[in-house]
């Protein structure tokens, strides 16, 4: 992988980690785009890495409510931050799952594959759409929508569904307030890609090539930073603006990506 194909890469996982538009699926959209030609494995290590990158921005962003969660848990009591601590745990089981069962399979979806891409994030799309047809509450999310949020998040692991998209959609329609689904959507992902790092690095998995290292180190700087930016702000475009325009925006992208797998590559 070339520098600077890496370090776009890395400002592409950092400007779309935060809006519902997938970042993993316009990951490999690019990919395609610049001629990316790594394995499925070696796709998915870069993609891990950036997403890393971007949970580290999320910290950053979020060390109060952090900081909140992790006092109250180490007040031993039945508290909110208590509360809210298991729901995260509760949310983090099916992507678990999945990720554990199911990994190679995983793997499997990237490498390129522009075609599925685009026919999930018109997937991303309707689901955007539905739950911008949803009527605004002040409900915060509960231990039963834990759990169902946290399928919509197995699910968004495919590339092309837009993992704050599909929980911030299934958290609306479940009838949960849309800033507090905003909160909970960016919160409950820390602790999986975390997980994820630790399991990879235990396992041997992360090994660089020497002459990879450097584009890899790039990218994630590149994905910090744009994450770091991307997370002041956007978060109050997510929360103001309206869905449909993210839906719009899903459908035209998965369209273009459909054909560009059937007329754009040789």
């Not at 592409?12 to 993993?24: A, D, H, K, N, R």
Request: proline letters at 2%; hydrophobic letters at 55%; aromatic letters at 12%.
């Amino acid at each position: 992988m070339e520098l600077i194909d890496a370090i776009i890469l890395g400002i592409i996982q950092g400007l779309t980690e935060f809006l519902p538009v997938s970042s993993s699926g316009h990951l490999e959209l690019a990919k395609a785009i610049l001629g990316d030609s790594s394995l499925p494995e070696e796709s998915l290590l870069f993609t891990v890495i950036l997403h890393f990158a971007t949970a580290l921005s999320t910290l950053v962003v979020f060390w109060k409510d952090v900081w909140e969660i992790l006092r109250g848990l180490f007040q031993f009591k039945w508290n909110e931050q208590t509360k809210f601590s298991l729901k995260i745990i509760i949310s983090m089981i099916p992507a678990a799952l999945i990720g554990i069962l199911f990994e190679e399979q995983l793997e499997s979806f990237f490498g390129g594959n522009v075609q599925f891409v685009g026919f999930m994030l018109i997937v991303t799309a309707v689901l955007l759409y539905l739950a911008d047809k949803a009527k605004s509450t002040l409900k915060s999310v509960s231990f039963s929508n834990a759990f169902v949020i946290g399928i919509a998040q197995a699910i968004a692991m495919l590339p092309g569904i837009s993992r704050s998209g599909a929980t911030i959609s299934t958290s609306v329609l479940l009838g949960v307030d849309k800033t507090k689904s905003a909160r909970f959507s960016f919160l409950m992902v820390v602790p999986l890609i975390l997980g994820k790092i630790g399991k990879d690095l235990l396992s041997g998995d992360l090994v660089f090539q020497g002459n990879q290292a450097v584009a890899i180190g790039a990218g994630f700087i590149a994905a910090f930073v744009a994450g770091l930016a991307a997370c002041t702000w956007m978060i109050q475009l997510v929360r103001k603006s309206k869905l449909t325009y993210f839906a719009v925006y899903c459908l035209l992208v998965g369209l273009v990506a459909i054909g560009w797998s059937f007329w754009g590559t040789p």
